[in-house]
């Protein structure tokens, strides 16, 4: 329990406290299906949930306590990649600019073996957390990286 708090308050964290919900009819489980998180992770996850504490998180239940987690947020005006690996850092959290990912992305290792990937896309912000109990961090990255490229495919 202290674990799943710890990732709720990581993925809070970096959708920063000022993030707004995303427009209206577009919900972060409807970005990606248990079929594709399935294929990234390379094992059976269960079907989508709507994160009951926080409504922008779409959680994948991955074995007894692995998870892939999708967030989905309003853009702010000035928010970028770069600006968000700053405030990591000035946070003691690992981050660094990831090129190729929506309009800017960012990589960070929040702790407790998680892998964040997020991207800003349009009006929006994607964020997916990894938490893969025994796996390599490559490995983590990976699925991290696997699972954004499918939901930025779905944000306008």
């Given at each position: 329990?202290?674990?799943?708090?710890a990732?709720?308050?990581?993925?809070?964290?970096l959708g920063l406290a000022?993030?707004q919900?995303?427009k209206?009819?577009?919900?972060?489980?409807?970005l990606?299906t248990?079929?594709?998180?399935?294929?990234?992770?390379g094992?059976p996850?269960?079907?989508a949930a709507?994160?009951?504490t926080?409504?922008?998180?779409?959680d994948?239940?991955v074995?007894d306590a692995g998870?892939?987690s999708?967030?989905?947020?309003?853009?702010?005006?000035?928010?970028?990649?770069?600006k968000?690996?700053?405030?990591?850092k000035?946070r003691?959290i690992s981050?660094e600019?990831?090129?190729?990912l929506?309009?800017?992305a960012?990589?960070?290792?929040?702790?407790?073996?998680m892998?964040?990937?997020?991207?800003?896309?349009?009006?929006?912000?994607?964020?997916?957390?990894?938490?893969l109990?025994?796996s390599p961090?490559?490995?983590?990255?990976?699925?991290a990286?696997a699972?954004?490229?499918k939901?930025l495919?779905?944000?306008?």
């Amino acid at each position: 329990m202290r674990l799943l708090t710890a990732l709720f308050c990581m993925s809070f964290f970096l959708g920063l406290a000022l993030a707004q919900p995303s427009k209206p009819g577009l919900s972060p489980c409807a970005l990606l299906t248990k079929a594709e998180v399935q294929e990234a992770v390379g094992a059976p996850v269960s079907e989508a949930a709507l994160n009951m504490t926080n409504k922008s998180v779409c959680d994948f239940k991955v074995g007894d306590a692995g998870s892939v987690s999708i967030m989905l947020t309003a853009k702010g005006p000035a928010d970028s990649a770069a600006k968000t690996v700053a405030e990591l850092k000035k946070r003691n959290i690992s981050g660094e600019v990831v090129p190729g990912l929506g309009d800017s992305a960012y990589a960070s290792s929040p702790g407790y073996g998680m892998q964040q990937l997020g991207a800003y896309k349009g009006s929006h912000q994607v964020i997916a957390t990894v938490l893969l109990f025994g796996s390599p961090e490559a490995k983590s990255k990976a699925v991290a990286q696997a699972v954004m490229r499918k939901a930025l495919a779905r944000v306008p």
